[in-house]
């Protein structure tokens, strides 16, 4: 069974606190591995997007990596503008849908 | 600027009532999908729909509807036969092919039962 796993639940850092966020997969063919940001009370905004084992995107403090069971999400000196749940998501070869994990919620206090 | 725009924000529904939530894109994208949010669960899917009058059910139809009539176009009709209602609702479009930015959101409905 697709599955995709998020830990922590919750994270809270001190500003300027570097941390990594986990994503654990297990599909059967994957296709591709996405990440997201969400502030509460709004729609998840598209971070990055995976597609093979030791690949890796940045966007300003966030740095995203790929294996072939997990992907990072690494944050270097957050912000409190940081504070968000972070979505990861992962596209299977056999369709066009989307099996998302249940998020990590952080928290970066000034 | 293209999007997906959600309406409501905010509805609330009494007992026994059918409510409606729209959601329209201009992007031009072929699929588009509901999906239901809950406090410590993942994004579940309700309806997709890949094409202009046909849709399929997702892993937790059962209580929902939805029509897709224009291609901008793909409502979300919560019946009286959903039990547990109140969530956050989120729709989503995606190009059929595989896209370097899965889903774009719309920015959500929150619909409370009274």
């Known amino acids: 069974e697709d599955q995709v796993t998020q830990s922590p639940e919750a994270l809270r850092l001190q500003e300027g606190e570097s941390s990594s966020l986990n994503c654990s997969y297990t599909?059967?063919?994957?296709?591709?591995l996405f990440w997201y940001r969400q502030d509460p009370g709004k729609g998840p905004e598209f971070l990055f997007t995976l597609y093979s084992a030791g690949e890796e995107k940045e966007k300003e403090r966030l740095k995203a990596t790929l294996t072939k069971k997990e992907s990072f999400l690494h944050i270097t000196a957050p912000k409190p503008e940081d504070s968000a749940t972070y979505l990861c998501a992962v596209q299977v070869n056999t369709g066009n849908q989307f099996y998302f994990g249940t998020g990590t919620s952080l928290t970066v206090i000034p | 600027d293209g999007g997906i725009t959600q309406s409501p924000k905010y509805l609330f529904r009494k007992e026994g009532q059918n409510v409606t939530l729209s959601c329209e894109q201009n992007l031009n994208h072929d699929a588009m999908y509901w999906y239901r949010q809950d406090p410590g669960q993942g994004l579940r899917l309700i309806y997709y729909s890949q094409i202009v009058n046909d849709f399929q059910k997702g892993d937790i139809a059962e209580g929902y509807s939805v029509s897709r009539e224009k291609k901008e176009s793909f409502p979300l009709t919560v019946t009286s036969a959903q039990k547990n209602p109140t969530a956050f609702y989120l729709c989503?479009?995606?190009?059929?092919?595989?896209?370097?930015?899965?889903?774009?959101f719309g920015s959500g409905t929150r619909l409370t039962v009274v």
């Open positions: 989503a479009s995606s190009i059929q092919t595989l896209s370097n930015y899965g889903y774009t």
């Open positions: 599909v059967s063919g994957l296709r591709g």
